[in-house]
C-alpha cells in the first residue's frame, strides 16, 4: 500500500524542468480567455452603441410644425396666417418652420415650384444645405464700452447750462406752465367745448365731404362765434419764461422712449451740441436712472401739467367723462410740448424723427430768420372740408398737407399761432375732420392753420417730401435695378419719410409707420431685416443717396438698440412700466425675438392712389392706366349717387388698411 501510495505520490509530482512548461500553458489559457472576454465585450459595446445611435437619430430626426405665410412679399415679413405642413404651396411669401429651429424655403413672391413643408421639412434629415436656423436672441452684455465710443466718436460731449437743467424741473416752473395751460383752458371753457360738430366722421369707408353733405349754417356760426372768442381770451406770451434755444421731444412709455433714445444718440453723432428737453406724461415720467443717463447726453427731462384741469372739466358747457378727458388730452400733448418747452427758439422733433446731418444750421437759414417757422409737406394734396373755408372765409387754405414731424418755430414771433393750434387741437372733434381724411387726421394740419388764422407768415419746405421703404415684389416689367441688384421702382412700399434742408439736401429719416423701433432684434446684424433701403422717388438705394455721409444709419441703429437693451436701468424701467396703473400698450412691447427679425408692411402708394389720394407720392411708384380707371371707380363709386346706382360692395375691388396713419 505504501509502495502504491508512493507511485502515486511519484506521479501527482511534477519534475522541476516541467514547471515552466505548465506555467507557460496557463498563461496562454487565461491570455486567450481575456481576449475571447475582450472581443464579446467590445461587440456588445458595438451593438449597444448602436442601439444609442438609432434612439438619437429617430429622436433628432426633424419634422415640420407648419407653413408660416408673410406680408410684404418677404419671407421675413410680419405673420399673416399658419397653414399645415400637408398644403401645398404654390404662391404668397413665407417659410416653413421645422423643429429644432430650423427654417427652410424661405420664399418671396417670385414664381417658384409647389411644395409641401413635410417634404421640405424631411429633406433636413438628409441635407442642411438649405435649412437656416433662427437667429439668437440678443444676451447681455453684448458690447463692449469701446464698440460704444467707436459709434460715437467725434460726437460732442453736451454739459447742460446748470440753470436751464434746473428750470425745468424746479416746482416753480412747472406752476407758472400749468398756470400758462390753465388760461388756454380758460379761454376754451369761456367759448364752449365742441359746441358744433361736423355732419358725420370721415373713413375710407365713409366720407361726408364725399357724400356731399355740409354743416348747417348754425353750426357754422357757432364755430366761427367759438373761435372768436377764444382768441379774445387767449393768453398773451410770456416775456420771462422761455430763453435760449434747443430741441424739444415728447415721449413717454417703451413705444415712444425707444426710438427717442434713437434720435437724440443720432443727433450727437452729427455733432449738434443743443440742449434736448423731453417731455413725458406725469404717469409715464421715468425713472430716476433713465433720467440720469439721458442727462449725461445733454437731455433734461419735464413733466406734461395736467392738460385736461378739474376745474375745466366741471365747468364746460359740455360735460366732459374721463375718456373724452384723456382724449383731448392725447390730442393736446405736442401743442402743449410746444407752448410750454424751456426754450424760446425750438426745433420740434417726433421721437421717430432720424437726424442725418446737425440741424442747428435751420436756426441760421434766411427762410426761418425771414419769417420765424418753417414747415414740411405731408405727402398728399389738401382734402380739406369746404366747410372749413365756410367757418374761415378770410383765410387762405393751403393746397397741400403738412407732416409735423419737424417743425421750427421762434415763439416769440409766432406765439397766437402756437396758441390757435393748441385750441384746433382741443376742439379735435370739428376740425381733425374738417382739416383732411383718414388719411393723415391729428394734430399735423394744426399748427399751419394756427399760423394762418393769427395772419403770419411761414415758409414751407420746397422739396417735396420723400419715401424710404422697400420693395415688395420681384423683377418685372418696369422695375429699375440699382447697384448689387438692388430692386428700385417695383412695389415700393414705404415705411419712413424723407424730410430735405431749405436747400434741398436730405436731413431728416422719420420712421412715421408702426411699428416704431422696438428691442426685439437678433444677437447678429447680418439677421436684421433692414426697414431703409430704397429712397423714392430718387430711385435710389439708401447707400447711394447717404454715399456722400459716409454713414449707414440704420445699422447705428441697431447698435443703439443693442446698447440700450443692456443697459443696467432698462429692466427696472420695463417694470416701473408695466404696472397695473401704468399704460396698457407697454405690456406689449416686444423686448426679445421670437422668430425672424420681422420686416413690418409699409405704404402701398399705388393703393392709395386708387383709393382716390394725390400729391408727391404719385412719382414714388410706376401709375398704369388700370390704376387710373380704378382710382375713377373707386372715388365716383364711394359717393352718395355711386352707391345708388352701382351696390358699393360690388364696385369697390378690396377694402385696404392703411396702419400708422
Not at 429622436?59 to 399673416?80: D, F
Not at 355740409?214 to 366761427?224: G, N
Amino acid at each position: 500500500m505504501s509502495r502504491l501510495l508512493a507511485r502515486k505520490g511519484k506521479r501527482s509530482v511534477a519534475r522541476p524542468n516541467q514547471l515552466p512548461h505548465i506555467k507557460q500553458l496557463s498563461l496562454s489559457v487565461v491570455a486567450l480567455l481575456l481576449i475571447l472576454l475582450g472581443l464579446e465585450g467590445r461587440r456588445l459595446s458595438h451593438s449597444a452603441a448602436a442601439r444609442s445611435s438609432s434612439t438619437s437619430l429617430q429622436t433628432s430626426r426633424i419634422h415640420c410644425l407648419s407653413w408660416r405665410q408673410t406680408l410684404s412679399c418677404s419671407p421675413y415679413g410680419q405673420l399673416q396666417r399658419d397653414l399645415p405642413c400637408s398644403r401645398r404651396i404654390t404662391g404668397g411669401s413665407g417659410y416653413c418652420e421645422c423643429t429644432g429651429g430650423w427654417t427652410v424655403r424661405r420664399v418671396g413672391c417670385e414664381s417658384h415650384a409647389s411644395f409641401t413643408c413635410q417634404e421640405a421639412c424631411d429633406s433636413l434629415n438628409e441635407d442642411h444645405t438649405e435649412g437656416l436656423r433662427f437667429p439668437g436672441n440678443l444676451t447681455c452684455p453684448a458690447q463692449d464700452p469701446a464698440q460704444h465710443d467707436q459709434l460715437f466718436e467725434g460726437a460732442p460731449i453736451i454739459s447742460l447750462d446748470p440753470d436751464l437743467l434746473s428750470g425745468p424741473l424746479s416746482a416753480g416752473v412747472h406752476t407758472r406752465r400749468q398756470e400758462l395751460w390753465d388760461s388756454i383752458w380758460t379761454a376754451l371753457s369761456a367759448s364752449g367745448v365742441d359746441v358744433a360738430q361736423p355732419p358725420g366722421i370721415r373713413t375710407d369707408a365713409h366720407d361726408f365731404v364725399r357724400d356731399g353733405l355740409h354743416m348747417s349754417r348754425a353750426a357754422v356760426k357757432r364755430a366761427q362765434a367759438q373761435l372768436g372768442t377764444f382768441q379774445q381770451g387767449a393768453p398773451a406770451y410770456p416775456k420771462t419764461l422761455f430763453r435760449g434755444k434747443g430741441i424739444v421731444i415728447m415721449a413717454g412709455g417703451l413705444t415712444y422712449f425707444v426710438p427717442a433714445w434713437i434720435n437724440i444718440h443720432m443727433l450727437r453723432k452729427t455733432g449738434c451740441t443743443l440742449p434736448v428737453e423731453m417731455f413725458f406724461p406725469a404717469e409715464e415720467y421715468p425713472t430716476k436712472a433713465v433720467e440720469q443717463e439721458l442727462q449725461q447726453i445733454g437731455v433734461m427731462c419735464s413733466v406734461l401739467p395736467d392738460l385736461v384741469p378739474t376745474y375745466a372739466v366741471n365747468n364746460s358747457s359740455k360735460q366732459l367723462t374721463d375718456s373724452e378727458g384723456k382724449r383731448l388730452a392725447g390730442f393736446s400733448m405736442k401743442s402743449a410740448a410746444v407752448l410750454l418747452s424751456s426754450f424760446e427758439e425750438i426745433i420740434f422733433l417726433d421721437s421717430d424723427n432720424v437726424a442725418i446731418t446737425d440741424p442747428t444750421a435751420l436756426f441760421d437759414a434766411g427762410e426761418y430768420l425771414d419769417k420765424g417757422a418753417v414747415l414740411w409737406p405731408d405727402y398728399w394734396a389738401s382734402s380739406a372740408a369746404p366747410d372749413l373755408q365756410r367757418i374761415l372765409p378770410q383765410v387762405t387754405l393751403p393746397s397741400n398737407t403738412f407732416e409735423s414731424g419737424q417743425m421750427v418755430l421762434n415763439k416769440s414771433r409766432v406765439w397766437k399761432g402756437l396758441v390757435l393750434a393748441a385750441f384746433f387741437n382741443l376742439q379735435s372733434r370739428l376740425y381733425y375732420e374738417l382739416l383732411g381724411n383718414f388719411m393723415g387726421k391729428g394734430d399735423k394740419e394744426t399748427f399751419a392753420l394756427g399760423l394762418s388764422v393769427a395772419g403770419l407768415p411761414y415758409h414751407v419746405i420746397a422739396t417735396p417730401v420723400g419715401s424710404v421703404g422697400f420693395n415688395q415684389y420681384p423683377f418685372g416689367p418696369g422695375c429699375i435695378k440699382g447697384q448689387n441688384s438692388i430692386q428700385v421702382g417695383c412695389g415700393f412700399a414705404g415705411n419712413t419719410m424723407a424730410q430735405y434742408t431749405p436747400q434741398g439736401k436730405l436731413m431728416f429719416l422719420h420712421t412715421n409707420m408702426s411699428p416704431k423701433w422696438n428691442l426685439a432684434i437678433p444677437a447678429d446684424f447680418d439677421y436684421y431685416s433692414r426697414r431703409w433701403q430704397i429712397l423714392q422717388p430718387q430711385n435710389l438705394p439708401i447707400s447711394e443717396a447717404l454715399d456722400s455721409t459716409g454713414r449707414d444709419p440704420e445699422k447705428e441703429v441697431y447698435r443703439l438698440l443693442v446698447l440700450l437693451r443692456c443697459k443696467p436701468f432698462l429692466e427696472p424701467y420695463v417694470a416701473d412700466l408695466r404696472q397695473p396703473h401704468k399704460m396698457g400698450p407697454e405690456k406689449e412691447f416686444p423686448v426679445s425675438l421670437e422668430r425672424f427679425h420681422t420686416l413690418y408692411p409699409g405704404m402701398d402708394f399705388r393703393r392709395a392712389y386708387r383709393w382716390g389720394m394725390l400729391g408727391p407720392f404719385q412719382s414714388y411708384t410706376g401709375l398704369s392706366l388700370v390704376d387710373s380707371v380704378q382710382r375713377i371707380k373707386n372715388v365716383w363709386g364711394k359717393t352718395f349717387l355711386g352707391r345708388l346706382v352701382w351696390p358699393y360692395k360690388k364696385l369697390r375691388v378690396k377694402k385696404y388698411d392703411y396702419p400708422g396713419f
